[in-house]
């Protein structure tokens, strides 16, 4: 005869066979339950629901869970619901036996997880059902171990990203603090920036600051790839160019090529691996009589936008920095006029339109152009929303950085 367990027993005890816990508020179980248990040599332990949710864990020895479900109170069904889905949490698989009424009415009360059968199948019938799940606990167990396996590897990798992901929170808020906090105000000219790395940090700076009471010098950097690596070498560039040179009470403004060619044998001297380089552009602009002097390091000229929406770029050469030593740059001079705009930007913004096709490559000059009799701020505003339309625009790929000067009419 099958033996049944008591609740002790069979959760304390170990037995070479296998366990199977039936679960149900009444003692009895149907015969053809009771036959197919006998056939494979199961041991019975049966539980109610409320003791299930209680005991029932990994560590019970226990094949498989039965669960009777017909016939009961709503407080028992409610607690058989919570017994449940703890079950779902285990390694062993979950019978539910339902009446032939439950089942054709299409109940699944408990989760998809569990096997319906019907609460008055034959004997070789709920057998052959019961086999499969024994069969079938090996490579179930196995899995649960392999899982648990994986969770403890995967818990010091966690800890390890969660602290690298702070890290990162805290170098782009670091960076951020070099940018400058709002452009200076200049009566009849408005300033506009975006500032978008492609990752938490950026390989693009820029600043934009008074250097009297007649100039305002800005400048973008871009230093090769982004990310990190890219982004410690900006902090060097903000720190090493020199725009103005104070000696007492008296000093002098950096001419745009001079200041380049500091900050290219500055970083020549560091002597640096890895092909750490990088580009950038540099802006004089005398506020009273708007004559801009400009100079470029390998970085994409500025756009000059003019009042008809005409637009040009500005005919600027130059190699990167930290390549050549003794590099010279030179410094043009533009006159800007009221109506127009300056645009001084990354090669990230070429990146960031998805180009149409080989003969249209450099798609953002058209952008720019659709634009160009909106004011700066709203101009800028735009690109942005365009740039997140772009495909590809959650996974970028550069970092894209814009200065906007617009020299309003009087």
């Not at 919570?82 to 079950?87: E, P, S, V």
């Not at 818990?155 to 906090?181: G, H, K, T």
């Not at 450099?362 to 800028?380: Q, S």
Request: glycine content about 6%; aromatic content about 6%.
């Amino acid at each position: 005869m099958q033996t049944v367990l008591s609740q002790t027993d069979a959760l304390c005890g170990m037995s070479d066979k296998g366990r199977m816990a039936v679960i149900s508020p009444a003692g009895r179980m149907p015969d053809a339950l009771q036959n197919a248990m006998e056939q494979l040599g199961l041991e019975c332990f049966h539980i109610t629901p409320a003791q299930a949710v209680e005991t029932l864990t990994d560590e019970t020895s226990c094949a498989v869970a039965v669960v009777l479900s017909n016939d009961m109170e709503p407080p028992q069904e409610y607690i058989l619901e919570i017994a449940l889905q703890k079950l779902q949490n285990t390694a062993f698989p979950i019978v539910v036996m339902q009446t032939a009424e439950q089942a054709d009415a299409h109940i699944r009360t408990y989760g998809e997880s569990a096997l319906y059968i019907h609460i008055d199948e034959s004997a070789e019938m709920i057998q052959g059902r019961l086999l499969t799940l024994l069969d079938m606990q090996r490579s179930i167990h196995l899995l649960h171990t392999e899982i648990d396996r994986l969770k403890t590897v995967s818990q010091p990798l966690n800890s390890y990203f969660s602290q690298v992901n702070e890290e990162m929170r805290i170098a782009s808020r670091l960076q951020r603090d070099f940018l400058p906090e709002k452009p200076p105000e200049v009566e009849g000219i408005e300033f506009a920036t975006i500032f978008r790395p492609a990752s938490w940090v950026s390989g693009d700076i820029y600043d934009i600051s008074r250097l009297d009471e007649n100039h305002i010098g800005f400048y973008i950097a871009d230093a090769v790839g982004h990310g990190m690596p890219a982004a410690l070498l900006t902090m060097f560039i903000i720190r090493a160019m020199v725009t103005k040179i104070i000696d007492g009470n008296n000093y002098s403004l950096v001419e745009p090529g001079d200041a380049l060619k500091q900050l290219n044998a500055d970083m020549v001297a560091q002597e640096l691996n890895n092909f750490q380089f990088a580009t950038c552009c540099y802006g004089l602009l005398n506020t009273d009589t708007l004559r801009l002097r400009v100079s470029s390091a390998g970085h994409p000229a500025p756009m000059h936008i003019h009042a008809d929406g005409q637009m040009n770029e500005l005919d600027l050469t130059g190699s990167l920095l930290g390549v050549f030593p003794e590099q010279q740059y030179d410094t043009i001079e533009v006159q800007i006029r009221p109506g127009e705009k300056i645009l001084m930007y990354s090669d990230g913004v070429e990146l960031a339109f998805v180009d149409e096709g080989p003969d249209k490559p450099l798609r953002f000059r058209k952008e720019f152009g659709n634009l160009a009799e909106l004011d700066i701020r709203t101009m800028c505003d735009k690109l942005v929303e365009i740039i997140n339309r772009e495909e590809g625009s959650l996974h970028p790929r550069d970092d894209v950085t814009i200065i906007g000067l617009d020299f309003q009419q009087k």
